[in-house]
């Protein structure tokens, strides 16, 4: 293996296995910005030592053992800086660091017993505003960039990286305890995590940058994280509702790129290759947050427009009219210009392009969506349904300079030179 590709091989390591790391380090330390230090420790002797002495035969566990060693160096560091010995015992207690690792005795010590997930719900701190918490936790724990981060807040990567700053800084000037809460104070923290899975789900099932149209690895992570939360939770709801999306969603991911990687739009896909038994699991957690009383919560809302779509053999039999109405109460619940965005796709499949067209020029003109490019993609799809095609060609060519995704790119530029073909 040559050094470039064990370098390209060790970054896309590093992506799926940097959060889990970053989350043992913040385990064993109790500090933030510590864990972060050491987790590039790691990174630096793995690119120091992998060229010389080969990749490891399992190069996840290495990660996080050489991690697992600079956690404990660390604090054995600190002991000898320490004035009593008591002292450090105390500190190894609280933050569960045991110097044998006892991971069945570290993991007694919480009511979460999942790392990365416990450590999702002690960066939410309330201490920091809704959108601070998500940004913060996303970049650290979501394995997300920072510009996509950004995307998935439709906001400037500036404004972002600024709030990741000054969240950390927050915490670091109030003397922020990098704790895990106890169940009782979970649900001050659930709004926060639930959208944290959410987004990590969405950037895994449509990526907004890279060369592949999806990153399945987020979507598994996302949806392990949501089974455990509803084995944690299993009354709220909320968390039902956003587990039975995820499953719901994630049958589809067999059937939404083909061999080669191409992606394979919804109107085009093998519906024979969609998971049932996923679908299944999908739908009875859905009615298991409708039973709780939780049908108009947006998650829940949100699973039944993907229910829509798992009950339909056929793209042809899909309840468009009932697709449109749910999307209509999610607006009330959550109004939101990417939710209208969507809307106005169903009204077009219920009603024709004619009846969506002004709904999505009022949102156009509105500007929260600018630079989005599935505006652009479905203003595209509209004005080619009304034989616009001048126009149609030149909202997908749009939609394609905006798009950080190579296999999206493609599409919309496929689309673009039909329109050119009239």
């Known amino acids: 293996m040559t050094v470039d590709a064990l370098h390209r091989r060790l970054d896309a390591l590093w992506r799926m296995e940097s ?51 600079r956690g404990i ?11 009593k010995q008591d002292e450090f015992g105390i500190e190894l207690t609280l933050h569960g660091a045991d110097m044998q690792g006892d991971e069945a ?33 996303l970049r650290l724990l979501g394995g997300l960039t920072t510009a996509e981060i950004a995307r998935a807040f439709l906001q400037q990567e500036a404004t972002v990286a600024q709030r990741i700053v000054r969240a950390k800084r927050t915490l670091a000037e109030k003397q922020v305890a990098f704790e895990v809460p ?3 104070a979970l649900p001050a923290r659930l709004d926060a995590v639930l959208e944290v899975v959410y987004l990590v789900f969405n950037e895994g099932y449509a990526a907004t940058s890279g060369d592949d149209w999806m990153r399945p690895a987020l979507c598994e992570e996302a949806l392990r994280l949501g089974r455990v939360l509803a084995g944690l939770l299993p009354r709220e709801p909320e968390v039902l ?43 009875q957690a859905l009615a298991a947050a409708q039973r709780l009383g939780g049908a108009d919560g947006a998650y829940a809302l949100q699973a039944a427009l993907a229910a829509c779509h798992a009950r339909a053999r056929h793209f042809e039999d899909t309840d468009w009219a009932g697709i449109a109405a749910l999307y209509a109460r999610l607006l009330r619940v959550q109004p939101s210009p990417v939710v209208a965005l969507n809307h106005a796709v169903a009204v077009s499949r219920a009603q024709g392009a004619a009846a969506a067209l002004p709904l999505v020029e009022t949102l156009a003109a509105g500007g929260a969506l600018r630079g989005y490019p599935p505006l652009h993609a479905v203003r595209g799809d509209l004005l080619a349904a009304l034989e616009r095609y001048g126009e ?31």
């Open 19 to 69: 959060p889990r790391l970053l989350a043992r380090l913040a385990r064993i330390t109790g500090n933030l910005d510590t864990a972060e230090e050491l987790a590039q420790d790691v990174l630096l002797a793995a690119l120091e030592r992998w060229p010389r002495d080969g990749v490891p035969d399992n190069p996840a566990a290495w990660l996080m053992q050489a991690a697992r060693h």
């Open 73 to 83: 160096d660390h604090l054995r560091q600190r002991r000898l800086h320490a004035r």
């Open 105 to 137: 005795e570290r993991r007694a010590e919480d009511d979460i017993g999942d790392d990365l997930l416990r450590l999702v719900f002690a960066s939410c701190h309330p201490v920091l505003p809704m959108e601070s918490r998500v940004a913060l936790t």
């Open 182 to 184: 106890r169940k009782a």
């Open 241 to 283: 509702g956003l587990l039975a999306l995820m499953e719901l969603q994630a049958s589809r991911i067999p059937a939404r790129t083909r061999e080669d990687g191409t992606p394979v739009l919804l109107a085009e896909q093998d519906r024979a290759r969609w998971d049932r038994l996923q679908v299944q699991r999908g739908l």
């Open 392 to 422: 149609a060609r030149a909202e997908f060519t749009r939609a394609a300079e905006l798009t950080g995704n190579a296999r999206e790119r493609q599409v919309l530029l496929a689309r673009a030179a039909d329109c050119e073909a009239g």
